[in-house]
T-cell receptor
């Protein structure tokens, strides 16, 4: 079956521009997570959704970052006024439930801010 | 907040040697998961441990969850070139849905 998909796979943007990153979770998965991974580093939690609500936004680095999820499916991560330090791979994961379920990761979006 | 540390950060081994990575949490965990990320790839789930002192095996991989549920380890016997990648542990606190990933251990194999 189809896994988690993310688009675009690569995004190069200029400092100060806004970007939108999209995540399509596995059908039927109620939980959706966004992570950021800088080159050679671990995974930094950004936000997670249970259905359309986001109980935990604690990982968002600044108010330039926002995310939404509609219809309990697709999610969009928006970064406004991008900065060079935003350059990283943004990974999305989904799981059937939350507490003990496996997270299935998408291939990621590599964001480069010039 | 919860912190999950892994050691070592890097490990280079000769093919056929054993490899172990250790994961330590600052808080007691409800469960812990292990993921593998191949170079250029995304994390892929390996296993989940829930019970205190639990040990699980997958072929050459042995996973342990400490008695206090604050630490875990992954041991690979007789490494192969296909084992190359970064191994992450990820832990959950009780009542908290967020999965906190460890810092990862990058394994490279010398043929």
């Amino acid at each position: 079956g189809a896994g988690v998909s993310q688009s675009p796979s690569n995004k190069v943007t200029e400092k100060g521009k806004d970007v939108e990153l999209r995540c399509d979770p596995i059908s039927g998965h109620t939980a959706l997570y966004w992570y950021r991974q800088s080159l050679g580093q671990g995974l930094e939690f950004l936000i997670y959704f249970q259905g359309n609500s986001a109980p935990d936004k604690s990982g968002l680095p600044s108010d330039r970052f926002s995310a939404e999820r509609t219809g309990g499916s697709v999610s969009t991560l928006t970064i406004q006024r991008t900065q060079q330090e935003d350059s990283a791979v943004y990974l999305c994961a989904s799981s059937l439930g939350v507490i003990t379920d496996t997270q299935y990761f998408g291939p990621g979006t590599r964001l480069t801010v010039l | 907040g919860q912190q999950v540390m892994q050691i070592p950060q890097y490990q280079h081994v000769q093919e056929g040697e054993d490899f172990t990575t250790y994961c330590n949490s600052s808080t007691t965990l409800s469960n812990i998961q292990w993921y593998k990320q191949r170079p250029g790839g995304h994390p892929v789930f390996l296993i989940q441990l829930v019970k205190s002192g639990e040990v699980k095996k997958q072929k050459r991989l042995t996973f342990q969850f400490g008695e206090a549920k604050k630490n875990s380890s992954l041991h690979i016997t007789a490494t192969q070139t296909t084992d190359v990648g970064t191994y992450f542990c990820a832990g959950r606190n009780f009542g908290n849905e967020k999965l906190t990933f460890g810092t990862g251990t990058r394994l490279t194999i010398i043929p």
